[in-house]
């Protein structure tokens, strides 16, 4: 498994833990030799993807680009699942609204920009209840709670 993070915005805390978020991600899907990349981005970057790409010009807080959706990629027994950006500024802030710790909002938007690039998504309601319990379950599993 190859998760690279990267950091484009200018907060430089340790996200270090999420590294066993991801690996648990994973393991509860079963995917093995998986590449992918997960980029923290500020609001100005994360509206400009949102505008482009979905056509919502509004901040967000997480965009997952799956590439597994257009074609196969898989390459020496390799999948690349895709790219998940998460807009730090924006996770801070809804840490803060619905009453829980920077970890666990930041775990939780990980673990669903990795469901959504293994295919998961919560458009339709029986849709949405698969995948928030999924989340859940890893989150549970991973200690990191409300």
Do not use: W
Not at 60 to 69: G, H, L, N
């Amino acid at each position: 498994m190859n998760i690279t993070i990267e950091n484009e915005c200018e907060y430089k805390e340790d996200y270090s833990f999420l590294q066993e978020v991801i690996s648990l991600t994973l393991q509860e899907e079963k995917v093995k030799n998986a590449i992918a990349t997960i980029v923290f981005v500020d609001e100005v970057r994360i509206q400009k993807i949102n505008r482009d790409y979905r056509k919502m010009d509004k901040v967000t807080d997480v965009i997952s680009f799956a590439f597994e959706e257009t074609q196969d990629f898989l390459c020496e027994d390799f999948r690349f699942l895709g790219e998940i950006y998460i807009c730090i500024p924006k996770m801070e802030e809804q840490a803060k609204e619905y009453g829980h710790s920077k970890k666990r909002e930041l775990s939780f938007l990980t673990v669903h920009g990795l469901l959504h690039l293994l295919g998961y998504d919560h458009i339709e309601k029986e849709e949405e209840k698969v995948m928030f319990a999924k989340q859940e379950e890893i989150l549970r599993k991973a200690n990191i709670n409300r």
